[in-house]
């Protein structure tokens, strides 16, 4: 179980996203712009769900693979998809004609969530840190389901609000919290489940 074999096509499919919603909000395509951020999500979350398959086949011997390595896996492809917003809202509102004036503080904000999942990647890749621990991991799957719920009630606010049909400057910045939240919100339930499959079948053997 590891992404390390599918990351350099992972990495290489997510620029070319990028650069595909920067021109299309750019020549403010909105329909076209929330079809690539629409991929970028989907991209994520079958790559999770390829990703952790063999973990929730019963038949399926799991060999050494811990909780913390399930966590390793879809925790960098969070953190990936909050460094994915966070250029998505630079090269938008930075580097093309529409105006917000919120999109460097959101693109800010995302980038600073990225590099705090790339700190905590760092430190729990060291099975001796005190956050490979199995309490420290509880935690953290814990935090990720607070982390879904709260994204989904966002969401069902963002689409309720009808916000995604706005004609201002932040009608890009609504596609990428639809598409960044959904990812982010499938990728923690993704997580939170390979975790509990994994600790239920160790508990079991």
Same mark, same amino acid.
């Given at each position: ?21 920067? @021109?299309?909000? +750019? ?7 929330? *079809?690539?951020? =629409?991929?970028?999500?989907?991209? @994520? ?7 952790? =398959? ?8 799991? +060999? ?12 960098? @492809? ?6 994915? &917003?966070?250029?998505?809202? %630079?090269? *938008? ?12 503080? %959101? ?6 969530? =990225?590099?705090?999942?790339? %700190?905590?990647? /760092? ?18 799957? $814990? ?7 709260? *994204?989904?009630?966002?969401?069902? /606010? ?25 990812? *982010?919100? &499938? ?5 939170? $489940? ?12």
């Amino acid at each position: 179980m590891t992404l390390r074999p599918s990351l350099p096509w992972l990495l290489t499919t997510l620029a070319v996203a990028l650069v595909a919603m920067f @021109l299309a909000a +750019g020549a403010v395509r909105k329909v076209e712009s929330a *079809i690539v951020a =629409a991929i970028f999500a989907l991209l @994520l979350v079958a790559t999770a769900i390829r990703t952790n =398959a063999p973990i929730w086949r019963r038949e399926t011997s799991l +060999g050494r693979i811990t909780p913390r390595d399930a966590l390793i896996e879809t925790t960098r @492809l969070i953190m990936l998809a909050f460094l994915w &917003c966070a250029l998505a809202f %630079y090269a *938008i509102y930075l580097g093309t004609n529409i105006r917000w004036q919120h999109g460097w503080e %959101y693109g800010s904000a995302n980038l600073l969530i =990225a590099g705090a999942y790339g %700190y905590y990647l /760092w430190r729990l890749t060291n099975p001796s840190d005190g956050l490979s621990s199995p309490l420290a991991i509880e935690r953290m799957v $814990k935090l990720a389901g607070y982390q879904a719920v709260l *994204i989904g009630v966002g969401l069902v /606010w963002l689409i309720g609000s009808g916000k995604l049909a706005t004609h201002k400057g932040d009608w890009a910045a609504n596609q990428l919290f639809l598409a960044g939240g959904f990812a *982010i919100m &499938c990728l923690s339930v993704i997580l939170i $489940k390979a975790n509990a499959v994994l600790t239920e079948r160790r508990a079991a053997n």
